[in-house]
């Protein structure tokens, strides 16, 4: 199985992270997105969309984090990560969307604007980031994880950006439920590291 990644990625993070979770062994095949080989082939014929990451499989061909993450729970994972019940998956899948959208369009825009130089409107993602922390916050005052009472795919799927907010100049001072559940992740079995995330 390959894992077309970059190591700074939060996105391939979150595949890295689920992977070793649960034993799955990926071959990583690093992508230079600096030298624009996510824009060439042979990347660009795996993913036209020209993004990390992509999972090969076999057969199986598939970009977009999130994706990936329910493949790879419900062919290896087992029902603890991503389970059978239509309600359950629903309370775990609006999680993942919360991944796509205001974890996106707030930290990791943050993020991209402060690490990487990225030409993006830093006022909105600290007013979107300011918006959402919150609402995790008060969540996680009340829950010991995301969704079903157990690690499932939306602590990989929330985690990584929240966790490197800092590099966007997003303080999680504010935020001690979120601090706490950070570190409940980290002392998973398997949990593995990336750069900026201890």
Known sequence: MKLYDME??????????FA??????????PVDLAAGE???????????????????????LLRDSQAILVYLARRYGGH???PDSAAHQG???????????????????ARLI??????????????VSDR?????????SEHRWLALGRPTLAECAVFPYIALSW????????????RAWIERIKNLPGYVAMPGIG
Not at 20 to 29: F, R, T
Not at 38 to 60: T, Y
């Open 167 to 178: 590099e966007g100049g997003v303080s999680l001072e504010p935020y001690p439920a979120i």
């Open 114 to 127: 402060d690490k990487f130089g990225y030409p993006l409107d830093k006022a909105r993602a600290l007013a």
């Open 132 to 140: 959402v922390l919150p609402l995790i916050e008060r969540h996680l």
């Open 20 to 29: 070793a979770l649960v034993g799955i062994e990926l071959e990583l095949v």
């Open 38 to 60: 996510h824009k060439q082939s042979p990347f660009i014929d795996l993913n036209p969309w020209a993004q990390v990451p992509v999972l090969e499989d076999g057969d199986v």
């Open 8 to 17: 700074l990625s939060g996105n391939c993070y979150k595949v890295r992270l």
């Open 91 to 109: 309370e775990v899948m609006q999680w993942l969307s919360t991944a796509a959208n205001e974890i996106h369009a707030g930290p990791n825009v």
């Open 80 to 82: 603890q990560w991503w």
